[in-house]
């Protein structure tokens, strides 16, 4: 596929020869030209004495016939690339589906419940405390300020951020910033900076969200290591203590993401299984599509997790690759594309073999031995299929896949059977061409429109110097349609016209790899004091009744009038007055002032005992 950006006019996509069906119409156009001359000069009749054809409707209905019949063949063409390009897309998604489905359930096992995040289910009482799960929050005194923003499109700051103090620079600085801390890509400019989720919080103590775990639980799945220390499998968390899984790592993102064992632990090895034979079903299925002969090499790569990116345009390949996959220097390469002898069996297989198709773990020699068993484009990827099947099968009643019911497995089954499905819509168009009788057609008038539009401007073209312009251009447009509707006919061979299968591939294997990021980081919630900070202040403040006991304010006990034991029993009384109002003292509090307040509030309860048991004492 040629990527091209959108200039003035379109003048930049004039300078492109290589996939350009416009350069291939040249030919056609120029030849034509030549005959234009020849027919002008060399015709013994004065062309304002004798004319041929007394009107130009007799040509007109021959233009125009084959006009419709070469749009309706490149409007075909046009079609046939659009549902490739579809059919593609869908049976990558629905393999991939299926993948991410039994990645999930696989979580969903007992063996992995000492890393699974709370369910809110098992807290339903919260409900009832006014939080919230945002994951940020604005100052109240802004938020009037951001609805004004909003509102406002002429200002990026409004009038009441100058009442508040806020200068316009100030507001460019807070969108320059979001652009770098919120960003969703990793780029040199992006800052990996934690504090601003802590200024977040400080807004608003109601919110639901705790500081998460970076690691995806894996940290609580891997515990320690030989010397005790913490361990995960994406995440570096030995340095850091037992906090680690809450700090971003300062050094820059591994290249590997998900797949990386920086944190001292493989991914599960069912995990990698299934990544593995997922990806490989995709690149079987994609190699037929693009060769499906069983006589030429069609060979597959190992897939490093972060590498480069395929270049989807086969012009920006590198020097290496380049070699490798023409045997011309580019000079040859294009004369040999202008003349259409670029596609044949020899040189595909070669184009082929310097760009494979790329597996997540490689691809082991007994795999090679049965895929090279297999005999025809649709019986390898149907072994594929058929291992990957089995895996699930054979998981599920061992019990990897958790507590799932059948019905469940058997509609992931059906996400693998759809995207068969739409691999076969895909050898539909790769395997049956464009009809031979319109291709053969459209190929007789496009020729005869060479000798048939010169005769017309000779008649009725008075200056040589439009005659041939108008030659040019009349047969360069038909005969260039013809060549676009041959180019796009079959949208799995034709480079650098076809659809870009490798890259496609690539972006399909980064996605099964976030398979080994385990949960989501925010769903540790249970780990934030905010659940204990609310829940102890409606029990301090309004007097919740939990498992049938009243907790509320804290009250003094009557001590008895014997002084020999009213110290011992005062003691005893503020013991018990501590023990049984434990749940009373807030873990955590919203502000200091309010911990000074509960604090003080305390005290003087407690004083007051005191003051008490000494008076019996002293008694």
Not at 118 to 143: A, C, K, V
Not at 382 to 399: K, Y
Not at 445 to 465: C, G, S, T
């Amino acid at each position: 596929m040629i990527e091209y950006y959108r200039g003035a006019y379109g003048a930049n996509l004039l300078t492109r020869w290589h996939g350009s069906c416009l350069v291939k119409a040249f030919i056609p156009g120029a030849f034509s030209v030549a005959l234009y001359f020849i027919l002008w000069f060399f015709d013994p009749t004065p062309q304002q004495e004798v004319s041929h054809l007394s009107h130009p409707y007799a040509v007109g209905v021959l233009v125009s016939s084959v006009s419709f019949l070469i749009i309706f063949r490149a409007n075909y063409g046009y079609q046939r690339y659009w549902e490739a390009c579809t059919t593609v897309h869908h049976l990558m998604s629905k393999w991939m589906d299926c993948a991410i489905f039994i990645g999930v359930f696989h979580l969903q096992s007992d063996h992995y419940k000492d890393m699974r995040p709370p369910n809110f289910f098992d807290y339903s009482y919260l409900n009832d405390q006014n939080l919230t799960r945002d994951r940020e929050s604005i100052p109240p005194p802004l938020e009037e300020e951001v609805c004004n923003n909003l509102c406002s499109p002429t200002s990026v700051v409004s009038e009441r951020s100058i009442e508040m103090g806020l200068s316009h620079a100030e507001g460019g600085a807070e969108l320059r910033r979001r652009r770098y801390e919120k960003s969703i890509h990793s780029t040199k400019n992006t800052i990996r900076d934690s504090s601003r989720d802590t200024i977040d919080r400080a807004h608003d103590q109601t919110r639901l969200f705790g500081p998460g775990r970076l690691d995806g639980g894996w940290g609580k799945m891997y515990p320690n290591d030989i010397n005790g220390n913490p361990t995960a499998t994406y995440y570096d968390i030995k340095k850091f203590g037992k906090d680690a899984s809450r700090i971003p790592p300062s050094e820059p993102l591994d290249k590997r993401g998900f797949a990386s064992t920086k944190g001292g632990r493989t991914p599960s090895l069912f995990l990698q299984e299934l990544t593995h034979l997922a990806s490989l079903l995709c690149a079987v299925a994609l190699t037929t599509l693009r060769n499906d002969l069983d006589d030429v090499e069609s060979p597959l790569g190992v897939y490093t997790p972060g590498q480069k990116w395929p270049e989807v345009d086969p012009h920006y390949l590198s020097k290496d690759v380049r070699r490798q996959a023409y045997e011309q220097g580019p000079a040859m390469r294009n004369i040999r594309y202008l003349l259409g002898i670029d596609q044949t069996k020899h040189s595909r297989t070669i184009y082929n073999a310097a760009r494979p198709m790329l597996v997540i773990g490689g691809v082991s020699d007994n795999e090679i031995a049965f895929l090279q068993r297999a005999r025809g484009p649709s019986a390898k990827t149907q072994l594929v299929w058929n291992w990957i099947s089995d895996l699930i099968i054979r998981e599920h009643h061992s019990g990897t896949l958790g507590n799932v019911g059948p019905p469940i497995i058997s509609r992931v089954i059906q996400f693998l059977s759809d995207g068969m499905l739409y691999y076969n819509h895909a050898r539909k168009i790769m395997f049956t061409p464009f009809p031979f009788p319109h291709a053969q057609l459209s190929a007789f008038f496009v020729l005869m429109m060479v000798l048939a539009i010169p005769l017309l401007m000779v008649q009725y073209a008075n200056e040589p110097w439009l005659g041939t312009i108008l030659t040019f251009l009349t047969v360069t447009c038909l005969s260039g349609l013809h060549e676009v509707a041959r180019e796009l006919e079959n949208p799995f061979r034709n480079a650098p016209n076809d659809v870009p299968l490798c890259t496609l591939l690539a972006f399909y294997n980064e996605a099964l790899i976030t398979m080994f990021s385990g949960h989501h980081p925010d769903a540790y919630w249970n780990e934030s004091d905010i659940i204990k900070k609310k829940m102890s202040r409606d029990k301090a403040m309004n007097g919740v009744k939990e498992e049938g006991h009243e907790v509320g304010a804290l009250e003094i006990p009557t001590l008895s009038t014997d002084s020999s034991d009213s110290v011992d029993e005062g003691n005893v009384a503020v013991k018990k007055l501590f023990v049984e109002n434990t749940d009373a003292l807030p873990q955590s509090v919203d502000s200091l002032e309010e911990l000074k307040r509960l604090i003080e509030k305390q005290e003087e309860k407690i004083k007051q005992l005191q003051d008490r048991v000494q008076k019996k004492g002293l008694v």
